[in-house]
Antibody
Framework: QLQLQESGPGLVKPSETLSLTCTVS??????????WGWIRQPPGKGLEWIGS???????YYNPTLKSRLTISVDKSKNQVSLKLDSVTAADTAVYYC?????????????WGQGTLVTVSS | SYVLTQPPSVSVAPAQTARIPCGGP??????VHWYQQKPGQAPVLVVY???VRPSGIPERFSGSNSGNTATLTISRVEAGDEADYYC??????????????FGTGTKVTVL
């Protein structure tokens, strides 16, 4: 059974870089046709897609975050990483790692439990 | 950018039917997926590709999609269905970049 586990600092200072890692078990991030993504949810608000990466390493980013965002994969560790630069309080949210597919229009069938990241000095 | 609009809330009595609309330009041309999220939990897929139920999801959950509106229908509503529901599509822009779009979310309250 596919499992996704987010990890990283729970507290980040304003203007610094938020870095999270998603470790995938029970499946390979190199599986064709699947997309590994990050989704966040500010406290009390709705879901916001951050970005995704496919098995070839092609990335798809939310246009509103694109200038600050890097998503990458480490196939040797079966991990997906998120880096978001120059964070502000507006980036405080629960961050979820997720897998969607098969195909670009496929549903998100697997989610991590989520990790709360607070941006504060 | 592509926007999916949902009503903020829907209230329904037990055993009745809840219908949650998701509006977007020509959404009928896109596969729509629906997620249920209970407090403190990650979302769970309840319907994909407009109207297909994943394994383990009760038959009470169904979906449809046509024109500018997709709809999630929950029949014979139970107290355990109380949750937030989100629709979602992938949209492609003119430069062929794909973006993943969530609806604004609907809180279903069971009276």
């Amino acid at each position: 059974q596919l499992q996704l586990q987010e990890s990283g600092p729970g507290l980040v200072k304003p203007s610094e870089t938020l870095s999270l890692t998603c470790t995938v078990s029970g499946g390979s991030i190199s599986s064709p046709s699947y997309y590994w993504g990050w989704i966040r949810q500010p406290p009390g608000k709705g879901l916001e897609w951050i970005g995704s990466i496919d098995y070839r390493g092609d990335t798809y980013y939310n246009p509103t975050l694109k200038s600050r965002l890097t998503i990458s994969v480490d196939k040797s560790k079966n991990q997906v990483s998120l880096k978001l630069d120059s964070v502000t309080a507006a980036d405080t949210a629960v961050y979820y790692c997720a897998r969607s597919g098969p195909g670009i229009r496929g549903a998100t069938t697997s989610w991590g439990q989520g990790t709360l990241v607070t941006v504060s000095s | 950018s592509y926007v999916l609009t949902q009503p903020p809330s829907v209230s329904v009595a037990p055993a009745q039917t809840a219908r949650i609309p998701c509006g977007g330009p020509n959404i009928g041309s896109k596969p729509v997926h629906w997620y249920q999220q209970k407090p403190g939990q990650a979302p769970v897929l309840v319907v994909y590709d407009d109207g297909v139920r994943p394994s383990g999801i009760p038959e009470r959950f169904s979906g449809s999609n046509s024109g500018n509106t997709a709809t999630l229908t929950i029949s014979r509503v139970e107290a355990g269905d109380e949750a937030d529901y989100y629709c979602q599509v992938w949209d492609s822009s003119r430069d062929q970049n794909y973006v993943f779009v969530f609806g604004t979310g609907t809180k279903v309250t069971v009276l």
